[in-house]
């Protein structure tokens, strides 16, 4: 038992360990057209977004991009939080920093 206690204990330590890396690593995307680009962390956390369209009022193109960014932000958690509760379902363990 104390093993099986250990060996957990030291899978969320090593999770930890990744998400933290994870967090750390920043990356850029674009569209093609380049109109849009997306700055993302390794655990999928939009950190920016940038539209580039010179129709749009200033105003409106910043409410835009924190709408998108917002929006990707918690369709992910949603999506993390789904697997989390499958993991739980097959596993039988809650293991919080796993997912």
């Not at 380049?34 to 369209?53: D, F, H, K, P």
């Not at 929006?71 to 920093?97: C, F, W």
């Amino acid at each position: 038992m104390f093993d099986k206690l250990k060996s957990i204990m030291e899978m969320q330590k090593k999770a930890r360990e990744i998400k933290e890396s994870l967090d750390k690593t920043v990356f850029d995307t674009e569209s093609q057209d380049g109109s849009v680009r997306l700055c993302m962390n390794g655990s999928q956390q939009v950190e920016a977004v940038t539209v580039r369209c010179e129709t749009l009022p200033a105003e409106e193109k910043v409410r835009l991009e924190k709408a998108l960014k917002d929006v990707y932000n918690r369709a992910i958690k949603h999506s993390h939080d789904l697997a989390a509760q499958k993991m739980k379902e097959i596993t039988g363990l809650n293991i919080p920093g796993l997912m």
